[in-house]
Protein backbone atom coordinates (compact mmCIF):
# COMPACT_ATOMS: atom_id res chain seq x y z
CA UNK A 1 0.00 0.00 0.00
CA UNK A 2 0.91 3.56 -0.50
CA UNK A 3 0.59 5.83 2.94
CA UNK A 4 0.81 9.31 2.35
CA UNK A 5 1.23 12.21 5.54
CA UNK A 6 0.49 15.64 4.33
CA UNK A 7 1.79 18.76 5.98
CA UNK A 8 -0.74 19.78 8.54
CA UNK A 9 -2.88 22.55 7.75
CA UNK A 10 -5.13 23.72 10.45
CA UNK A 11 -3.43 27.00 12.09
CA UNK A 12 -0.93 26.46 14.35
CA UNK A 13 -0.61 22.76 14.20
CA UNK A 14 2.56 21.20 14.33
CA UNK A 15 2.22 17.71 14.55
CA UNK A 16 3.06 14.88 12.37
CA UNK A 17 1.02 11.76 11.73
CA UNK A 18 3.84 9.54 11.43
CA UNK A 19 7.18 9.50 13.16
CA UNK A 20 10.49 8.19 10.89
CA UNK A 21 10.42 5.24 13.31
CA UNK A 22 6.98 4.57 11.80
CA UNK A 23 7.97 4.88 7.86
CA UNK A 24 11.06 2.65 8.94
CA UNK A 25 8.86 -0.29 10.19
CA UNK A 26 5.88 0.43 7.15
CA UNK A 27 8.96 0.83 4.27
CA UNK A 28 10.64 -2.74 5.90
CA UNK A 29 6.87 -4.59 5.56
CA UNK A 30 7.05 -3.66 1.94
CA UNK A 31 4.76 -0.32 1.69
CA UNK A 32 5.74 2.97 0.08
CA UNK A 33 5.34 6.45 2.22
CA UNK A 34 4.82 9.53 0.67
CA UNK A 35 5.53 12.57 3.30
CA UNK A 36 5.10 16.21 2.43
CA UNK A 37 8.48 18.01 2.61
CA UNK A 38 8.69 19.76 6.10
CA UNK A 39 5.94 18.10 7.31
CA UNK A 40 7.92 17.12 10.75
CA UNK A 41 9.42 20.24 11.32
CA UNK A 42 7.24 20.89 13.98
CA UNK A 43 7.55 18.07 16.02
CA UNK A 44 11.62 18.04 15.43
CA UNK A 45 12.03 15.57 12.55
CA UNK A 46 13.76 16.88 9.76
CA UNK A 47 13.08 16.03 6.36
CA UNK A 48 16.76 13.70 6.11
CA UNK A 49 15.46 12.10 9.03
CA UNK A 50 12.04 10.66 6.92
CA UNK A 51 14.35 10.48 3.81
CA UNK A 52 17.04 7.81 6.02
CA UNK A 53 14.07 6.24 7.00
CA UNK A 54 12.76 4.80 3.66
CA UNK A 55 10.16 8.04 2.50
CA UNK A 56 9.75 9.35 -0.50
CA UNK A 57 9.87 13.25 0.05
CA UNK A 58 7.12 15.65 -1.87
CA UNK A 59 6.75 19.06 -2.43
CA UNK A 60 2.91 19.29 -2.44
CA UNK A 61 -0.08 18.38 -0.80
CA UNK A 62 -1.81 17.92 -4.20
CA UNK A 63 1.27 14.68 -4.55
CA UNK A 64 0.11 13.08 -1.55
CA UNK A 65 -3.13 13.02 -1.93
CA UNK A 66 -2.65 12.03 -5.49
CA UNK A 67 -0.50 9.05 -5.05
CA UNK A 68 -1.43 7.66 -1.44
CA UNK A 69 -4.59 5.40 -0.69
CA UNK A 70 -4.05 5.79 3.36
CA UNK A 71 -4.11 9.24 4.59
CA UNK A 72 -2.64 9.23 8.09
CA UNK A 73 -2.69 13.11 9.69
CA UNK A 74 -3.58 14.14 12.87
CA UNK A 75 -6.38 17.08 12.81
CA UNK A 76 -9.55 16.94 10.22
CA UNK A 77 -8.96 17.96 6.67
CA UNK A 78 -8.97 21.74 5.93
CA UNK A 79 -11.10 23.43 3.28
CA UNK A 80 -8.19 23.32 0.56
CA UNK A 81 -7.84 19.46 0.69
CA UNK A 82 -11.67 18.45 0.43
CA UNK A 83 -11.27 18.55 -3.70
CA UNK A 84 -7.96 16.01 -2.68
CA UNK A 85 -10.19 13.62 -1.28
CA UNK A 86 -11.55 10.45 -3.73
CA UNK A 87 -13.24 7.61 -3.72
CA UNK A 88 -9.69 5.67 -3.40
CA UNK A 89 -8.85 7.12 0.12
CA UNK A 90 -9.09 5.87 3.71
CA UNK A 91 -8.78 8.65 5.89
CA UNK A 92 -6.95 8.32 9.33
CA UNK A 93 -6.81 11.20 11.69
CA UNK A 94 -9.10 13.32 14.78
CA UNK A 95 -12.20 13.65 12.79
CA UNK A 96 -14.79 15.34 15.21
CA UNK A 97 -17.25 15.62 12.66
CA UNK A 98 -20.33 16.89 14.50
CA UNK A 99 -19.80 20.74 14.38
CA UNK A 100 -18.23 20.74 10.61
CA UNK A 101 -21.06 20.19 7.98
CA UNK A 102 -19.18 21.24 5.28
CA UNK A 103 -16.34 18.38 6.16
CA UNK A 104 -19.14 15.61 6.55
CA UNK A 105 -20.41 17.07 2.67
CA UNK A 106 -17.03 16.43 1.11
CA UNK A 107 -16.67 13.64 2.76
CA UNK A 108 -20.16 12.31 1.44
CA UNK A 109 -19.57 13.85 -1.87
CA UNK A 110 -15.87 11.99 -2.62
CA UNK A 111 -17.23 9.05 -0.86
CA UNK A 112 -13.94 8.57 1.30
CA UNK A 113 -13.65 5.91 4.04
CA UNK A 114 -12.74 8.64 7.01
CA UNK A 115 -11.68 6.95 9.91
CA UNK A 116 -11.73 8.76 13.57
CA UNK A 117 -9.28 8.24 16.22
CA UNK A 118 -11.53 9.44 18.41
CA UNK A 119 -14.23 7.18 17.89
CA UNK A 120 -12.14 4.18 17.95
CA UNK A 121 -12.96 1.99 20.74
CA UNK A 122 -11.50 -0.66 23.29
CA UNK A 123 -14.76 -1.71 25.29
CA UNK A 124 -15.45 1.50 26.97
CA UNK A 125 -11.80 3.12 26.52
CA UNK A 126 -10.81 5.54 23.76
CA UNK A 127 -7.31 4.56 22.73
CA UNK A 128 -6.58 7.27 20.05
CA UNK A 129 -7.97 10.10 22.18
CA UNK A 130 -6.18 9.50 25.88
CA UNK A 131 -2.88 10.31 25.18
CA UNK A 132 -3.78 13.79 23.79
CA UNK A 133 -6.29 14.35 26.32
CA UNK A 134 -3.97 13.59 28.86
CA UNK A 135 -1.98 16.00 27.08
CA UNK A 136 -4.69 18.61 27.02
CA UNK A 137 -5.84 17.54 30.51
CA UNK A 138 -2.22 18.60 32.37
CA UNK A 139 -2.11 21.33 29.86
CA UNK A 140 -5.31 23.20 30.70
CA UNK A 141 -4.06 25.08 34.49
CA UNK A 142 -0.95 26.00 33.07
CA UNK A 143 -2.86 27.35 30.25
CA UNK A 144 -5.37 28.79 33.05
CA UNK A 145 -2.65 29.96 35.38
CA UNK A 146 -1.25 32.19 32.46
CA UNK A 147 -4.85 33.71 31.43
CA UNK A 148 -5.89 34.83 35.34
CA UNK A 149 -3.11 37.22 34.92
CA UNK A 150 -3.91 40.66 34.59
CA UNK A 151 -1.92 41.55 31.50
CA UNK A 152 -4.00 38.51 29.62
CA UNK A 153 -7.26 39.99 31.07
CA UNK A 154 -8.06 37.55 34.00
CA UNK A 155 -8.80 38.89 37.56
CA UNK A 156 -5.15 39.01 38.31
CA UNK A 157 -4.97 35.92 40.85
CA UNK A 158 -2.32 33.63 41.27
CA UNK A 159 -3.35 29.91 40.92
CA UNK A 160 -1.10 29.04 43.66
CA UNK A 161 -2.03 31.97 46.08
CA UNK A 162 0.69 33.19 48.36
CA UNK A 163 1.82 33.12 52.25
CA UNK A 164 -1.68 34.32 53.58
CA UNK A 165 -3.52 34.50 50.50
CA UNK A 166 -5.67 32.23 49.18
CA UNK A 167 -5.38 30.45 45.56
CA UNK A 168 -7.70 30.11 43.08
CA UNK A 169 -10.40 28.04 42.81
CA UNK A 170 -10.44 25.37 39.97
CA UNK A 171 -13.35 23.74 39.20
CA UNK A 172 -13.46 20.87 36.82
CA UNK A 173 -16.40 19.24 34.84
CA UNK A 174 -15.67 15.79 34.19
CA UNK A 175 -13.14 13.03 35.83
CA UNK A 176 -12.25 11.32 32.55
CA UNK A 177 -8.67 10.95 31.89
CA UNK A 178 -8.88 14.67 30.83
CA UNK A 179 -10.49 15.73 33.97
CA UNK A 180 -8.10 13.69 36.15
CA UNK A 181 -5.05 14.67 34.40
CA UNK A 182 -6.46 18.82 34.88
CA UNK A 183 -7.23 18.03 38.39
CA UNK A 184 -3.91 16.62 39.52
CA UNK A 185 -1.95 19.17 37.94
CA UNK A 186 -4.23 21.97 39.39
CA UNK A 187 -3.98 20.72 42.81
CA UNK A 188 -0.50 19.91 42.28
CA UNK A 189 0.11 23.74 41.24
CA UNK A 190 -1.65 24.55 44.89
CA UNK A 191 -5.15 25.51 43.48
CA UNK A 192 -8.38 24.53 45.60
CA UNK A 193 -9.95 22.16 43.04
CA UNK A 194 -13.50 20.62 42.89
CA UNK A 195 -14.48 17.97 40.71
CA UNK A 196 -17.65 17.12 39.32
CA UNK A 197 -18.69 13.92 37.76
CA UNK A 198 -21.34 11.96 36.84
CA UNK A 199 -20.14 8.51 38.76
CA UNK A 200 -18.36 8.12 42.08
CA UNK A 201 -15.68 5.32 40.52
CA UNK A 202 -13.58 7.85 38.94
CA UNK A 203 -13.80 10.58 41.69
CA UNK A 204 -12.38 7.88 44.11
CA UNK A 205 -9.81 7.18 41.83
CA UNK A 206 -8.58 10.92 42.14
CA UNK A 207 -9.11 11.03 45.99
CA UNK A 208 -6.81 8.05 46.16
CA UNK A 209 -4.10 10.05 44.16
CA UNK A 210 -5.57 13.67 45.91
CA UNK A 211 -7.21 13.17 48.74
CA UNK A 212 -7.90 16.84 49.43
CA UNK A 213 -9.60 17.51 46.12
CA UNK A 214 -13.61 18.02 47.25
CA UNK A 215 -15.47 16.04 44.81
CA UNK A 216 -18.98 15.89 44.06
CA UNK A 217 -21.77 14.22 41.85
CA UNK A 218 -22.94 16.22 38.75
CA UNK A 219 -25.95 18.24 38.96
CA UNK A 220 -26.68 21.60 37.22
CA UNK A 221 -27.61 22.98 40.24
CA UNK A 222 -23.62 21.76 41.84
CA UNK A 223 -22.78 22.99 39.10
CA UNK A 224 -24.77 26.68 39.11
CA UNK A 225 -23.43 26.71 43.02
CA UNK A 226 -19.40 26.00 42.44
CA UNK A 227 -19.21 28.15 38.92
CA UNK A 228 -20.45 31.35 41.40
CA UNK A 229 -17.25 31.28 42.88
CA UNK A 230 -14.90 29.57 40.15
CA UNK A 231 -11.40 31.51 38.91
CA UNK A 232 -10.95 28.79 36.58
CA UNK A 233 -13.31 26.13 34.89
CA UNK A 234 -11.33 23.54 32.95
CA UNK A 235 -14.42 21.48 30.74
CA UNK A 236 -13.57 17.76 29.47
CA UNK A 237 -17.18 16.93 29.01
CA UNK A 238 -16.76 14.26 26.03
CA UNK A 239 -19.54 12.16 25.27
CA UNK A 240 -18.42 8.79 23.67
CA UNK A 241 -19.14 8.05 20.28
CA UNK A 242 -18.65 11.27 18.37
CA UNK A 243 -22.09 13.16 19.52
CA UNK A 244 -22.07 17.24 20.57
CA UNK A 245 -20.56 18.34 23.57
CA UNK A 246 -23.67 19.31 25.96
CA UNK A 247 -24.18 22.93 26.47
CA UNK A 248 -24.02 22.97 30.52
CA UNK A 249 -22.98 26.72 30.45
CA UNK A 250 -25.64 28.76 29.96
CA UNK A 251 -25.38 32.74 29.35
CA UNK A 252 -27.29 32.93 32.71
CA UNK A 253 -24.50 31.02 34.09
CA UNK A 254 -21.67 33.07 32.52
CA UNK A 255 -23.10 35.88 33.98
CA UNK A 256 -22.92 34.70 37.66
CA UNK A 257 -19.12 34.07 37.20
CA UNK A 258 -16.36 36.42 38.36
CA UNK A 259 -15.43 38.92 36.04
CA UNK A 260 -11.67 37.97 34.70
CA UNK A 261 -12.17 34.51 35.58
CA UNK A 262 -11.24 32.23 32.48
CA UNK A 263 -13.24 28.87 30.79
CA UNK A 264 -10.86 26.84 29.27
CA UNK A 265 -13.25 24.15 27.12
CA UNK A 266 -10.86 21.23 26.48
CA UNK A 267 -13.38 20.06 24.64
CA UNK A 268 -14.40 22.44 21.96
CA UNK A 269 -13.34 20.01 19.12
CA UNK A 270 -16.78 18.60 19.63
CA UNK A 271 -18.40 21.88 20.07
CA UNK A 272 -17.51 23.01 23.47
CA UNK A 273 -19.68 23.39 26.99
CA UNK A 274 -20.30 26.71 26.98
CA UNK A 275 -23.06 28.42 24.87
CA UNK A 276 -21.03 31.24 24.04
CA UNK A 277 -17.71 28.76 23.08
CA UNK A 278 -16.39 28.92 19.43
CA UNK A 279 -13.01 27.36 18.12
CA UNK A 280 -9.69 29.53 18.47
CA UNK A 281 -6.27 29.38 17.95
CA UNK A 282 -3.28 29.36 19.21
CA UNK A 283 -2.60 32.53 17.94
CA UNK A 284 -5.74 34.11 19.22
CA UNK A 285 -6.42 31.73 22.12
CA UNK A 286 -9.64 33.89 23.86
CA UNK A 287 -12.33 35.98 24.03
CA UNK A 288 -14.44 37.50 26.27
CA UNK A 289 -18.20 36.46 26.76
CA UNK A 290 -20.18 38.21 29.97
CA UNK A 291 -17.31 38.98 31.24
CA UNK A 292 -16.08 35.82 31.26
CA UNK A 293 -12.39 35.10 29.27
CA UNK A 294 -12.78 31.51 27.25
CA UNK A 295 -9.74 29.42 26.08
CA UNK A 296 -11.09 27.52 23.67
CA UNK A 297 -8.33 26.73 21.32
CA UNK A 298 -9.40 23.51 19.07
CA UNK A 299 -5.57 21.90 19.15
CA UNK A 300 -4.33 22.14 22.77
CA UNK A 301 -1.88 19.46 22.37
CA UNK A 302 -0.09 21.42 18.67
CA UNK A 303 1.49 23.62 21.43
CA UNK A 304 3.70 20.58 22.83
CA UNK A 305 4.01 19.05 19.16
CA UNK A 306 7.60 16.88 20.16
CA UNK A 307 5.76 15.57 22.94
CA UNK A 308 2.22 15.07 21.51
CA UNK A 309 3.40 13.50 18.12
CA UNK A 310 5.37 10.65 20.02
CA UNK A 311 2.23 10.15 22.45
CA UNK A 312 -0.20 10.25 19.86
CA UNK A 313 2.11 7.99 17.14
CA UNK A 314 2.72 5.29 19.96
CA UNK A 315 -1.06 4.67 19.98
CA UNK A 316 -2.22 5.41 16.68
CA UNK A 317 0.70 3.01 14.64
CA UNK A 318 -0.38 -0.22 15.40
CA UNK A 319 -3.66 0.88 13.77
CA UNK A 320 -1.90 2.01 10.81
CA UNK A 321 0.11 -0.73 10.35
CA UNK A 322 -3.30 -3.23 10.36
CA UNK A 323 -5.23 -0.99 7.91
CA UNK A 324 -1.65 -1.21 5.71
CA UNK A 325 -0.85 -5.04 5.74
CA UNK A 326 -4.35 -5.99 5.57
CA UNK A 327 -6.09 -3.49 3.78
CA UNK A 328 -8.83 -1.38 4.82
CA UNK A 329 -11.68 -3.66 4.33
CA UNK A 330 -10.35 -6.64 5.93
CA UNK A 331 -9.05 -4.60 8.61
CA UNK A 332 -12.16 -2.77 9.76
CA UNK A 333 -13.64 -6.51 9.38
CA UNK A 334 -11.01 -7.97 11.66
CA UNK A 335 -11.44 -5.49 14.47
CA UNK A 336 -14.74 -4.16 16.11
CA UNK A 337 -12.33 -1.37 17.36
CA UNK A 338 -11.34 0.11 14.04
CA UNK A 339 -14.90 -0.42 12.11
CA UNK A 340 -16.28 1.82 15.37
CA UNK A 341 -14.02 4.53 14.02
CA UNK A 342 -15.06 4.35 11.05
CA UNK A 343 -17.58 7.78 10.44
CA UNK A 344 -18.12 7.77 6.76
CA UNK A 345 -17.72 5.21 4.26
CA UNK A 346 -18.62 5.40 0.80
CA UNK A 347 -20.88 7.60 0.84
CA UNK A 348 -22.83 6.81 3.72
CA UNK A 349 -22.54 8.23 7.31
CA UNK A 350 -21.66 5.33 9.81
CA UNK A 351 -21.70 6.98 12.70
CA UNK A 352 -25.14 7.62 14.67
CA UNK A 353 -23.72 10.35 16.58
CA UNK A 354 -22.56 12.37 13.81
CA UNK A 355 -26.01 10.91 11.46
CA UNK A 356 -28.18 12.69 14.20
CA UNK A 357 -26.65 15.83 15.22
CA UNK A 358 -26.17 16.60 11.30
CA UNK A 359 -29.93 15.28 10.16
CA UNK A 360 -28.12 12.40 7.87
CA UNK A 361 -29.36 8.85 7.34
CA UNK A 362 -27.24 6.88 9.19
CA UNK A 363 -26.21 3.36 7.86
CA UNK A 364 -25.03 0.55 9.46
CA UNK A 365 -21.42 -0.69 8.29
CA UNK A 366 -21.89 -4.07 8.61
CA UNK A 367 -24.74 -3.82 5.75
CA UNK A 368 -21.75 -1.27 3.09
CA UNK A 369 -18.66 -3.54 3.58
Same mark, same amino acid.
Do not use: W
Given at each position: ?213 ? %??? &??? #???? =??? *? $? @? ?84 ? %??? &??? #???? =??? *? $? @? ?38
Amino acid at each position: MTIGTPKEQKTDEFRVGLTPANVASLVGDGHSVLIQKSAGEGSGFSDSDYDKAGAKMVSTLEEVYASAKLIVKVKEPQALEYDLLNDTHTLFCYLHLAPIPKLVTALLKNEVCAIAYETVAVDNHLPLLQPMSEIAGRMAPMVAAEYLSRYKGGEGILISGAEGVAPANVLVIGAGNAGFNAATIAHGMGAKVTVLNRSTPKLKKLLEICPDVK %TAI &YSE #KKLR =EEL *V $D @ADIVISTVLIHGGATTPKLITREMLKTMKKGSILVDVTIDQGGISEASRPTTHRDATFVEEGVLHYCVANMPGAYPKTATLALCNA %TFP &YVS #KLAN =EGT *V $D @AIKNSPSLGLGVNVYKGEVTNKAVGEVQGLEFRELEGLI
